[in-house]
């Protein structure tokens, strides 16, 4: 089926692998990276060391750096996220350039044959245009479930470092919290 439906879909196919390798590789290092987090380790580290060296600070100035390192660390964590959302915008636009093709290369084989409409010549460019369709929406569906659960470990993670690097700075004697993380 992947023939049939042309130059469209080599390019949904090959961006369908990118997008798919881009998620493993992503939740991988979320998943990596929330069991680091759990132990008070990694980006959190990061920041709860902030917290101890700036133990002098004023509560705000002190909230402030939190909150840049945290935003910080959920700008990191959501790099390459974005490649995922635009996969499952442009998906669907490309599953319409193969449905335009299609419909031209059958139009076309009907002018060549003189005008004498044959239902399989026009079945065969209709065909290739919906499946085009079809590979399009699939892709796009997949990538938006994809991006959409990679977003809630990334808002997650950035929550539970937020309350966590409230806690710390209760128990170092700053009871002000931290303004709400961008995440």
Same mark, same amino acid.
Request: glycine share 8%; aromatic share 8%.
């Given at each position: 089926? +992947?023939?049939?439906? $042309?130059?469209?879909?080599?390019?949904?196919? &090959?961006?369908?692998?990118?997008? +798919?390798?881009? /998620?493993?590789?992503?939740?991988?290092?979320? %998943?990596?990276?929330? *069991?680091?987090?759990?132990?008070?380790?990694?980006?959190?580290?990061? !920041?709860?060391?902030?917290?101890?060296?700036?133990?002098?600070?004023?509560?705000? *100035?002190? @909230?402030?750096?939190? @909150? +840049?390192?945290?935003?910080?660390?959920?700008? =990191?964590?959501?790099? *390459?996220?974005?490649?995922?959302?635009?996969? /499952?915008?442009?998906?669907?636009?490309? &599953? +319409?350039? $193969?449905?335009?093709?299609?419909? !031209?290369?059958?139009?076309?084989?009907?002018?060549?044959?003189?005008?004498?409409?044959?239902?399989?010549?026009?079945?065969?460019?209709?065909?290739?245009?919906?499946?085009?369709?079809?590979?399009?929406?699939?892709?796009?569906?997949?990538?938006?479930?994809? #991006?959409? #659960?990679? =977003? #809630?470990?990334?808002?997650?993670? $950035?929550?539970?470092?937020? *309350?966590?690097?409230?806690?710390?700075? !209760?128990? #170092?004697? %700053?009871?002000?919290?931290?303004?709400?993380?961008?995440?």
């Amino acid at each position: 089926w +992947l023939a049939k439906s $042309g130059v469209v879909g080599y390019i949904l196919a &090959g961006v369908s692998v990118v997008t +798919l390798a881009v /998620f493993l590789e992503r939740a991988f290092i979320l %998943h990596l990276e929330r *069991r680091r987090l759990s132990r008070g380790m990694g980006m959190m580290k990061d !920041i709860s060391d902030a917290i101890r060296e700036n133990r002098g600070a004023s509560p705000d *100035r002190l @909230s402030e750096l939190v @909150s +840049l390192k945290v935003e910080n660390a959920v700008e =990191q964590l959501s790099s *390459r996220i974005a490649f995922i959302r635009l996969v /499952f915008t442009i998906s669907p636009l490309l &599953g +319409l350039l $193969g449905t335009v093709l299609g419909m !031209i290369q059958a139009f076309r084989q009907v002018a060549e044959a003189g005008g004498a409409v044959k239902p399989a010549v026009l079945a065969s460019g209709i065909w290739v245009a919906l499946l085009t369709t079809a590979e399009g929406l699939i892709v796009a569906i997949a990538a938006f479930f994809m #991006y959409h #659960y990679l =977003q #809630y470990l990334v808002v997650a993670m $950035g929550k539970t470092m937020t *309350r966590q690097a409230e806690a710390e700075m !209760i128990e #170092y004697g %700053h009871g002000q919290k931290t303004p709400q993380a961008a995440v």
